[in-house]
């Protein structure tokens, strides 16, 4: 167990749908990161946040938001979903001052019908 | 950009076989290397890291040394369990940029027979 929790564990919705999907770091962590794992484009990093601010930004689909709170979870909006959206959804954290040993959370499979 | 290139799988072993998994990997600046295991149904969890070159990270029967000049991190276990069959992804961290996104390889199957 990494200390990071995710939920849902899975998701099933439809097309053009919107859903969240939350996250909350281990304690203490400020850094939270966002990764989307699919059969096509395998791990693919989305968005960090540190502590609130948005840090850097990968390859995510303008449709897709995120936002971290003050109590260092974060959330991670998908909207007017797609098929192409399936896929599991990973959330890390990390230590303030080891920023580049990011521990996973279990993931939120999401499954667009 | 920042690239890792693992050996494809699926690689199948005997319990009890040497394991070697290939990485190499593209930086522009000094990268931290890592390999992640992921079993079937589960997360990513960290397996080993090295932090800089020459460095050997090691964990669980599972050793793998940052060689700068090849430009690799290659995974390698003396001996395999049964338990040990999951995908394995290399990444990496590269300092220079902003923020310490990893990128990953395309991770790579071992499936060990008993």
């Known amino acids: 167990d990494s200390g990071v929790t995710q939920t849902p564990k899975h998701l099933i919705t439809a097309t053009g749908q919107r859903v969240t999907l939350r996250c909350s770091p281990r304690?203490?962590?400020?850094?939270v990161y966002w990764y989307q794992q699919s059969l096509d484009q395998g791990l693919q990093f989305l968005i960090q946040?540190?502590?609130?601010?948005?840090?850097a930004k990968g390859n995510i689909l303008e449709r897709f938001s995120a936002q971290q709170f003050p109590d260092l979870h974060s959330e991670l909006n998908l909207s007017s979903l797609e098929l192409g959206d399936s896929a599991l959804y990973f959330c890390?954290?990390?230590?303030?001052?080891?920023?580049?040993?990011?521990?996973f959370g279990p993931g939120t499979r999401l499954l667009v019908l | 950009g920042d690239s890792v290139t693992q050996m494809e799988g699926p690689v199948t072993l005997s319990e009890e076989a040497f394991l070697t998994i290939n990485c190499t990997y593209t930086a522009t600046g000094y990268p931290s290397l890592f390999w992640y295991v992921q079993y079937p149904g589960e997360g990513l969890q960290l397996l080993l890291k090295a932090t800089k070159a020459d460095d050997k990270g090691s964990n669980k029967g599972f050793e793998a040394t940052y060689r700068k000049e090849t430009t690799s991190f290659h995974l390698e276990k003396g001996s395999v369990q049964v338990s040990d069959s999951a995908v394995y992804f290399c990444a990496l961290s590269d300092r220079d940029n902003a923020g310490n996104m990893l990128t990953f390889g395309g991770g790579t199957r071992l499936m060990v027979k008993p």
């Open positions: 890390a954290s990390s230590v303030r001052g080891r920023e580049e040993t990011q521990y």
């Open positions: 304690s203490g962590d400020l850094s």
């Open positions: 946040y540190y502590n609130g601010e948005e840090r």
